[in-house]
């Protein structure tokens, strides 16, 4: 595993803290899609929503320097593009001048925290577009859960749209991940039925007063063989999402083969994978990263 000096890291937030913006100017950048045609995006935005657990683990993501490590460790293994998540991580990241080179996603909603009454009302208390443009990262992401039921949905939708606009008048790209959703004995729970995802979906795709720079990140559904029918859904580009694939190994290769189908599909370009490379059943990052580049 990479190590990382958290003492260093300290020591440069507290003396210099113009330092993550001169480390953002002196990145270099690559375009978001590289010569494969296919991305490979870690996923790292969870701890801000409050979001720690892996498995049975309710706090594995709570320590910084063992997520910065894991990360350290993905973003340096072959075919790995890049990576998405919060400031606060993206410039530990910058500062450790682990981002070169790489696709820089900045997480841009994180206000429905895991598990409050007011999750569905998902406030955009994350990265800006102007933000974004500013540090010269290479795109954003969203968060967009829809439940009937729950009129925050309503003031999610609105602010998506408009979040939408303002990136494409920076002509940066947006990745919005859509769930139809409900509440089960006060839990959230994503649907993830072929109809469900499909109504995601097309609900995703029509927001806002263009949709050029949007790209969709979808979970695969409950039934993979679904996955062609629910894809023929928009033109949109996407991407799999991962999602905690749980504390087995038949776990782990479920959600391979899952993946590795559903990347045949024409508008699927790629992976924005988190929990379950990061923080793999055996403990090997390398490994883990490794067999899902190689599904691409």
Not at 20 to 29: I, L, Q, S, Y
Not at 90 to 107: F, H, I, N, T
Not at 171 to 191: A, K, S, W
Not at 200 to 216: D, E, K, V
């Amino acid at each position: 595993m990479t190590r990382v000096d958290v003492a260093d890291l300290v020591r440069i937030r507290a003396h210099h803290p113009e330092a993550v913006a001169e480390a953002a100017v002196r990145r270099r950048r690559r375009p978001l899609v590289g010569s494969s045609g296919r991305l490979m995006i870690i996923a790292a935005d969870h701890p801000a929503r409050g979001a720690l657990s892996v498995g049975d683990q309710r706090l594995a993501m709570a320590n910084r320097l063992g997520l910065l490590e894991r990360i350290c460790t993905a973003l340096e293994r072959p075919g790995v593009d890049g990576v998405l998540a919060t400031a606060d991580i993206l410039e530990d990241l910058l500062l450790l001048g682990a981002l070169d080179d790489k696709v820089v996603m900045g997480s841009m909603n994180r206000g429905g925290l895991a598990g409050a009454a007011f999750e569905l009302d998902d406030r955009f208390t994350g990265y800006r577009a102007e933000d974004l443009d500013r540090l010269g990262f290479d795109a954003g992401k969203l968060l967009l859960r829809i439940d009937y039921d729950d009129p925050g949905s309503l003031a999610t939708l609105h602010s998506t749209a408009r979040a939408i606009d303002e990136m494409a008048a920076h002509r940066l790209p947006v990745f919005v991940e859509p769930f139809i959703c409900h509440r089960v004995d006060g839990v959230l729970r994503n649907d993830l039925s072929a109809e469900a995802v499909t109504r995601s979906i097309a609900i995703a795709s029509g927001l806002a007063g263009t949709s050029a720079y949007t790209w969709l990140k979808i979970p695969v559904t409950d039934n993979p063989d679904d996955m062609a029918q629910v894809m023929e859904t928009s033109t949109l580009p996407a991407v799999l999402l991962g999602g905690d694939v749980g504390d087995s190994a038949d776990g782990q290769a479920a959600a391979y083969e899952k993946w590795r189908g559903a990347l045949q599909l024409p508008t699927v370009q790629g992976l924005v994978v988190g929990r379950s490379l990061l923080y793999p059943v055996d403990g090997d990052v390398a490994g883990a990263v490794d067999t899902a580049v190689g599904l691409l």
